[in-house]
């Protein structure tokens, strides 16, 4: 039987795929599909930070913003995951669950210990980050900035009136595959979650919830400035002074 968290009602609702070129993309082969992700590797770096971004947000986005570059001045690497049929990658539509299947792949791609690696994961990215580091729980850092506490709640939310039976099975689906809670449990690094106070996309409680659950050492930083989509922008020093103290004392 189909997972509904799969279908394409909640697909269509919940990805927003485009097409945007850069030059020298890094392909991930991940089954049938082609990740068309960034990688630059600089020298002695202090870390490798993989970035896992949002909804509507493609890898050179993050090129077009010098965020890259930014990354690089802490001293880190960087690879910006791309996900199916986003930006230059081949392969299927996106779906909740079969993204999960690209992570692992992703990681592996760089032959990088996992001690030297930061998983990155923003907005809907946070589900990817959260993931890798259940997966790999011995990853030095984890990030998660706008992220989301609870997966299928933020899917109902998308379908006008499901019926009962579609909401328990949507919860049992959730329970398999987007336990937060045990995901960043299971995790035994080093984890900053960021948010802004007045998300007005994913409330900061989402942040709260995933720094209480997270283990120690941990670090629960709220922005009073800025929106979802301008935390980066509105916050740059301080954010990446806040990402710098955390990646110096991994």
């Known amino acids: 039987m189909e ?3 799969n279908s394409n009602k909640v697909s269509n609702r919940y990805f927003y795929p485009r097409y945007s070129n850069f030059e020298n993309p890094y392909y991930v082969d991940s089954g049938n599909n082609q990740l068309a992700c960034y990688y630059h590797k600089i020298e002695n770096p202090k870390k490798t930070i993989i970035h896992f971004h949002g909804n509507g947000e493609v890898v050179s986005d993050y090129l077009s913003l010098s965020f890259a570059s930014k ?4 001293g880190c690497s960087i690879l910006f995951a791309e996900y199916r049929s986003y930006g230059l990658s081949t392969g299927d539509s996106p779906t909740l669950v079969g993204l999960l299947e690209d992570v692992e792949k992703i990681i592996q791609s760089i032959d990088v210990p996992p001690q030297e690696i930061v998983l ?3 907005s809907v990215g946070s589900i990817y980050a959260l993931h890798g580091a ?3 729980p011995n990853i030095a850092g984890l990030v998660i900035e706008s992220g989301i506490a609870d ?3 933020r899917v109902l939310k998308l379908i006008r009136k499901p019926k009962t039976v579609i909401k328990e099975q949507m919860r049992e689906e959730g329970k398999i595959y987007f336990d937060h809670e045990k995901k960043i449990k299971e995790f035994q690094g080093q984890t900053l979650v960021i948010h802004t106070l007045y998300d007005s996309l994913v409330h900061s409680s989402n942040a709260k919830k995933l720094y209480e659950w997270a283990n120690k ?3 629960l ?5 800025g929106d979802h989509n ?3 922008l509105v916050n740059e020093e301080e954010y990446f002074r806040v990402l710098g103290e955390f990646v110096d004392g991994l």
Do not use: N, T, Y
């Open 3 to 5: 997972l509904l968290l």
């Open 71 to 74: 990354i690089e001045a802490l």
């Open 120 to 122: 990155f994961g923003r």
């Open 134 to 136: 259940s997966v790999f």
């Open 151 to 153: 997966v299928v709640g």
């Open 217 to 219: 050492p941990k670090e």
């Open 221 to 225: 930083k709220l922005f009073l400035q």
């Open 230 to 232: 301008d935390i980066f």
